[in-house]
């Protein structure tokens, strides 16, 4: 089966510029997250939608960050106005719907802001 | 609070050798628990889970056990080999109303030939 994909890979951009990632998950899993993940962390869960519907959304920086999955199905996650510390991998992961399902993720974005 | 750690930042070990990662977590509500490899330029990819009401599971090379009297987990890798070399994350999950994922901040596995 096809992964999750994500693009773009890598994103250069000024800080208070604006920025956009879309991720695809894998087909017919209902449930999809939005990771940030910093230089030598683990993955920060900011988002997670279940179907279009936001499950958890307590960690996402909500003044800069937003996130939608409209057709439950494919997502954007957006940063505006993007900061220095916003620097990070952004990984999307999707799993199956239910109880202890593992998470599949994609390769990321890689976001640099300058 | 809610935190998964790792005991080594680093592990060295000899191409063939058994490997062991180590992981404290914290929460005793958890109740699923995941090992994830990263490699450089990718994301985390699943190798093992192991549920609560499991002390061991076994794949392929790999053996996840659970210790839950002192929160602890842990993953061998048997032989291992130049291409384990990677970042090894352990995760727990809790339900929370929701099911929430916490990722500890990872051991990195080096192998020498």
């Known amino acids: 089966e096809a992964g999750v994909a994500q693009s773009p890979r890598y994103k250069i951009i000024e800080k208070r510029q604006s920025v956009a990632f879309w991720c695809n998950p894998i087909?017919?899993?209902?449930?999809l997250y939005w990771y940030q993940q910093i230089l030598g962390q683990g993955p920060k869960l900011l988002i997670q939608?279940?179907?279009?519907?936001?499950?958890?959304d307590s960690q996402l920086p909500k003044d800069r960050f937003s996130a939608e999955r409209l057709k439950g199905v494919d997502s954007t996650l957006k940063i505006q106005p993007a900061k220095l510390e916003d620097s990070a991998v952004y990984l999307c992961?999707?799993?199956?719907?239910?109880?202890?399902?593992?998470?599949?993720f994609g390769d990321g974005t890689r976001l640099s802001i300058l | 609070g809610e935190s998964v750690g790792l005991h080594l930042p680093t592990l060295s070990v000899q191409e063939g050798d058994n490997s062991i990662i180590n992981c404290a977590y914290s929460n005793s509500a958890s109740d699923y628990f995941i090992w994830y490899k990263q490699e450089s330029g990718k994301g985390p990819q699943f190798i093992i889970d192991i549920r609560s009401n499991m002390d061991k599971r076994q794949g392929q090379r790999v053996t996840v056990l659970l210790n839950k009297t002192v929160k602890h987990l842990s993953l061998q890798i048997a032989a291992t080999q130049p291409g384990d070399s990677a970042v090894y994350f352990c995760a727990e999950t809790l339900n929370t109303g929701g099911f929430k994922t916490i990722f500890g901040a990872g051991t990195r596995l080096f192998v020498k030939a």
């Open positions: 087909s017919g899993h209902a449930t």
């Open positions: 992961a999707s799993s199956t719907q239910g109880d202890n399902q593992p998470q599949h």
């Open positions: 939608f279940q179907n279009n519907g936001v499950v958890d």
